[in-house]
């Protein structure tokens, strides 16, 4: 993410969707993915907090699994 943020700071006149829409394009089909298409955020914060609620809910079902 670090890499794509810098390299997308290089272009200018950016529209805030198209970064957006080469992240969803560049997933892997998954669940996450799923959740995206599902739910797309407007801009990169909004996509920071989506990742860490699924960040969480991933980490919560892991903990589960080793109980």
């Known amino acids: 993410m670090a890499r794509f943020n810098k390299a997308s700071l290089t272009?200018?006149?950016l529209h805030p969707k198209v970064p957006m829409h080469s992240i969803k394009v560049g997933l892997r089909p998954?669940?996450?993915s799923n959740t995206l298409y599902a739910d797309t955020p407007f801009n990169m914060d909004e996509f920071h907090a989506q990742v860490a609620r699924y960040m969480s809910i991933e980490e919560n079902v892991a903990a589960k699994k080793q109980a």
Do not use: A, E, G, L
């Open 11 to 13: 272009i200018p006149n």
């Open 30 to 32: 998954s669940s996450f």
